[in-house]
Every structure is written in C-alpha cells, then in structure tokens.
C-alpha cells in the first residue's frame, strides 16, 4: 500500500471514529429523552390528570419509550466497538509494509468486525427513530382526548 493511500485509509478512518463518537451520544441522549418522557406521563397521570380517559394510548406511549430505552442501551455499545475495530484496521494498516499478507489478512477480520457492528447501528437507529415518535405521537393522541 503506497503512502498516499495509506494516508487516506487513516484519515477516512479518524473521520469515521468521530461520527461513531457522535453515534454514542445520539443514543446516551435517547436513553436520557426516553426516561424524562416516562416521568413526564407518570406525572402527567398522576397530577394533571385525576381522571384519564383512553389508558390503552396511554399505555401503548410508555411502551414505546421503554422499547426506545431498552434498544437506545443495546445500542451504546455499537459504537464503542466500531470504534475499537476502527483502532485495529488503522493499528494493522499501519504495521502492512513489514509483512503485507499478514496484516491483510487482519485488516479484512476487522473490518468485517466494523461492517457488522455499523449494521447494528443502522438497525437500532431506525428502531428508536420509530419507537420515539410513536411514543410522541400516541401521548400527544392521549393528551388531546384528555383536555377536551
């Protein structure tokens, strides 16, 4: 691998390590907008509300975020692992002009590692996307069938 490309390969890697960084934040935030929009409706319930009306929104919005919550947790480790394979592609990158096929060998290890753990990452993020806004939308529902 010429120097150049190995370069490339190194920069497109301390890039895609930061958005892996931002990754993790996005769902330690879902985690923490999950849990607040629980304690919003349980106080909403439990103060605002003496008599509800339609519970069966009510209850279908809790679960959402829950579900939300349980895969905004799952997920946090996906990135840390993508970024650990990351560490490995560009550790074994770096080491390829002392003995090539070996560290092609461990470059390609890593970076099926890095493929599956992204594949994680696409999935719980359209899970948590759905899950929030249903959350969102059915207590919004909820709350218009209430203050009528």
């Known amino acids: ?49 003496p008599e509800p009306k339609c519970m069966v929104l009510l209850i279908i919005s809790i679960i959402s975020f829950f579900l939300c919550l349980l895969a905004s947790l799952w997920a946090l480790t996906a990135p840390g692992n993508a970024i650990l394979y990351m560490v490995g592609i560009q550790t074994y990158a770096a080491a390829a002009p002392e003995n090539p096929e070996r560290h092609k060998e461990a470059v390609e290890k890593e970076s099926r590692k890095l493929e599956n753990s992204l594949n994680q990452i696409k999935f719980f993020d359209i899970f948590t996307k759905i899950f929030f806004l249903v959350g969102i939308v059915v207590f919004l529902v909820y709350v218009g069938v209430n203050l009528k």
């Open 1 to 49: 691998m010429s120097d150049n490309k190995l370069n490339h390969l190194l920069m497109s890697v301390d890039r895609l390590k930061e958005v892996q960084r931002i990754q993790y934040d996005y769902f330690k935030h879902l985690t923490t907008l999950s849990v607040g929009s629980i304690g919003v409706i349980a106080t909403l319930v439990l103060k605002v509300l």
